[in-house]
């Protein structure tokens, strides 16, 4: 089942002799349950490519669906809600809420959607993420491995269409950085959840099932890793 679809995307940033061409004509699709790796080098386009599929950014020109829904017809509330309920965001630097508790940070795209939580779900993911001690602590109470945990439960707790990951592990020394990978995998194994992680490490980009190459705004290389 394909879960995402990417036509002809287009981002220009600027205008006449100054205009920068971030992304030139990219398209690809990704199945439900597929784990992607979007790698290339910085300047390359990937972030820009991050913030289309996430709906933080409007394309110059092309469609993104998300589920059969194309996101970029929709005006900016209903945008921002669709966002909220289908796309997961990951970040490098957790962007966390600092005066929220982790529960509170966790449950907060729920809550804005005025939603009941269902806590048989956060049970399982505060379990699994190894932070049922510490659902009252602020997020500087946390170190630096448990706030990207924070922020994958918060991209998880409604069930998204995707859940895309920007540098997950930059910010994170290599034992967390090899922990945040494998609880990401496992989420996309055991709960069949899309994941698509923009990363400079070639070492996360190998344990993905798929690896898109990205270079001066196009597509490089399409590399199946396991089919």
Known sequence: MEILKIENLSKIYGKGETAVKALDDVSFSVQKGEFVAIIGPSGSGKSTLLHL????????SGKVFVDNTDMYTLNETKLAIFRRRQIGLIYQFYNLIPILTVEENITLPMLLDQ????????????????????????????????????????????????????????????KNSGDIIDLLKMFNKTYNQTLIVITHDERIALQADRVISIEDGRIAKDEVIRP
Request: aromatic content about 2%; glycine content about 10%.
């Open 53 to 60: 599929l996430g709906g933080v950014d409007r394309p110059t």
């Open 115 to 174: 939603h009941k939580v269902d806590k048989k779900q956060f049970a399982d993911i505060t379990r699994i993420l190894g932070l049922e001690n510490r659902l009252n602590h602020l997020p500087n109470q946390l170190s630096g491995g448990q706030q990207q945990r924070v922020s994958i439960g918060r991209a998880l707790i409604s069930n998204p269409a995707i859940m895309l990951a920007d540098e997950p592990t930059g910010n994170l020394d290599s």
